[in-house]
């Protein structure tokens, strides 16, 4: 990109979005517990709160990011989020430039509105897949733990690579239901970025740069609702064509087909809550086998619910127990063949930016039940390490005996089954936690 205008106000954008781009993805490494908190403070994050919580701190994050989008334009897509600024970054690796592309706000409102009719039930199921945070943490986490990691979390990075290549972001003008409520928010401002008509020459080049398709140099129109204030249009253009206007707010003259597709969305979004809570759930499981899940979760089908599977509690998990969905497991999960769930550790409390796990104290983590102890004695040695292991003492041991389990001082953390030299005890899932 050469620099033929004001390339200020470009330059103050990319400096912020380095900055804020790195804190968040140190959020989703191994040693960026400390920066976990800044998920919490975006918006798809929020929102999910909002419905499933109805947290105050929430509400006032939503509310501060719309208005922000209402009085600035969308600029949060491409300063704070970071799944935008990697599209960003793989459209600048294949010398990607977008021009003008197809308006598609059908496309878009209907995501919008299956989504946000989900999310009134308290369902994150299409979130899931949509928010761009969760996408993000997906692939981080996913090359972090590669290993381990199963192929479906690298899908979001190879469709995103695809879509990116064939338009840029179109993701972001097209799909992401957190782009859309933004955008709307942009499209009714009074302040808007706008090409003079008087000045520019049209010359084009504003067109390629830039990436959402946003501009129309033939006709001399710039889209604010798809414009995610990137400045690169303010950055390039020779003649200082393209600046912040102030406008009359646009009004809502709705077409006939903008009143049928309205009319459908809404019938769709009718027949979701007509058939209740049990079918948006049944689409949001997929459970193929009952998961346990972390402490401060409640029950299986309210942690799948909520949960976005951004990835956050799985990289801070000290005990290093969490997982990712995988061919066993469609929703995070416990596993215990590696370790234990430590006993002073509350990190995915902490973390989650969902509300998926409530905020615990560590006096409530450790009297939670998560699960529960089984025994099998035909394969127990009365070796005891399971009775010295155990933290709270569920566990009576006399040498050369078998040990003596009580269920009603279990939590499942873990601790016995991990030491278990013969694998003769295993931890099984419960339908709601509680405290002991």
């Known amino acids: 990109m050469k620099f033929r ?25 191994p040693a960026g517990k400390p920066l976990a908190g800044l998920i919490q403070f975006n918006l798809a994050p929020a929102a999910a709160r909002v419905i499933t919580d109805f947290s105050i701190t929430a509400i006032i994050i939503v509310g501060i990011n719309l208005l922000a989008a209402f009085f600035f334009g969308r600029f949060y897509c491409s ?62 986490t996913g090359f972090v733990n590669i290993k381990t990691s199963s192929f479906a979390v690298f899908i979001p990075l190879a469709i995103i690579i695809v879509l990116v290549i064939w338009k840029n972001r179109i993701f972001c003008t097209t799909i992401c239901p957190v782009g859309t409520l933004l955008g ?9 970025l706008a090409i003079s008509k ?11 740069e830039c990436p959402t398709g946003a501009i129309n140099s033939k006709e001399k129109e710039l889209d604010n609702e798809r414009c995610i204030r990137c400045m690169r249009c303010i950055a390039v253009c020779p003649g200082d064509g393209i600046s912040f206007v102030t406008k009359e707010k646009e009004k809502f003259i709705p077409s006939r087909r903008t009143f049928i597709t309205a009319g459908l969305v809404t019938a769709a979004a009718v027949t979701v809550f007509a058939k209740g809570k049990e079918l948006a759930l049944a689409i949001a499981e997929g459970l193929k086998k009952r998961p346990i899940c972390p402490p401060g979760a409640g ?96 566990i009576e041991y006399q040498p050369g005996k078998q040990p003596v389990y009580l269920a009603s001082k279990c939590i499942g953390c873990g601790a016995c089954e991990s030491i278990c030299p013969s694998g003769a005890i295993e931890i099984v899932a419960i339908n709601t936690q509680s405290q002991i």
Not at 10 to 29: K, M, Q, S, V
Not at 98 to 106: A, E, I
Request: aromatic residues 10%; hydrophobic residues 35%.
């Open 198 to 208: 008087d000045i520019c020459k049209g010359c084009g080049v504003c067109e390629r």
């Open 299 to 394: 029950s299986v089908e309210d942690f799948v619910q909520k949960c976005t599977n951004c990835g956050l509690c799985v990289e801070h998990c000290k005990g290093k127990i969490l997982k990712k969905p995988n061919e066993e497991y469609s929703t995070v999960h416990i596993d215990f063949s590696n370790g234990k769930c430590e006993f002073d550790c509350k990190n995915c409390s902490e973390v989650c930016p969902t509300g998926a796990i409530r905020k615990i104290s560590l006096a409530e983590k450790q009297n939670c039940r998560i699960g529960l102890a089984k025994f099998n004695y035909e394969k127990c040695t009365k070796c005891g390490l399971c009775a010295a292991k155990c933290p709270k003492g569920a």
């Open 79 to 140: 300063v704070f989020c970071p799944f935008g600024i990697l599209q960003d970054i793989v459209g600048t690796f294949f010398r990607r430039k977008t021009g003008k592309t197809v308006n598609l706000p059908y496309i878009r409102y209907t995501v919008l509105a299956i989504t946000f009719s989900f999310m009134l039930l308290g369902v994150t199921a299409v979130l899931r897949f949509l928010d761009p945070y969760s996408n993000f943490g997906n692939i981080v």
């Open 5 to 29: 205008g004001n390339k200020k106000p470009y330059i103050i954008r990319i400096t912020c979005t380095i900055l804020l781009f790195t804190l968040e993805l140190l959020a989703f490494l």
């Open 184 to 192: 709307l928010c942009s499209k009714f401002s009074p302040k808007k």
